[in-house]
């Protein structure tokens, strides 16, 4: 993959995945602690599938696109806890 779609994707897949956690605050106030808890897991699943499933797919040929945090070595490191914005 060229470089210069790769960078987009990246781009791309972090602003869903900020977009995703910007929806946190909203919904934990306005619904139960038991209904947030399952939707703050759901978006931590769906973080877990773009890392996984897009992430890791473009930095096989990128790797510096990669966050320096990031363990490629365990992605599903981070699912517990979701993070407060896209790491790249």
């Known amino acids: 993959m060229e470089r210069k779609m790769a960078e987009q994707i990246v781009a791309l897949v972090n602003g869903c995945i900020d977009q995703l956690i910007s929806t946190l ?9 038991e209904e947030f808890a399952g939707y703050k897991r759901g978006i931590a ?3 877990t599938a773009f890392d996984i ?13 990669r966050p320096a945090d ?6 599903e490191e ?3 806890e979701v993070p407060k914005s896209s790491r790249n």
């Open 78 to 80: 981070s699912e517990s």
């Open 25 to 33: 605050g909203p919904v934990e106030a306005a619904v139960s602690e």
């Open 70 to 75: 990031e363990d490629p070595e365990n992605p």
């Open 53 to 65: 499933e897009l992430i890791d797919r473009v930095t096989r040929d990128h790797p510096d696109l």
């Open 45 to 47: 699943k769906v973080i």
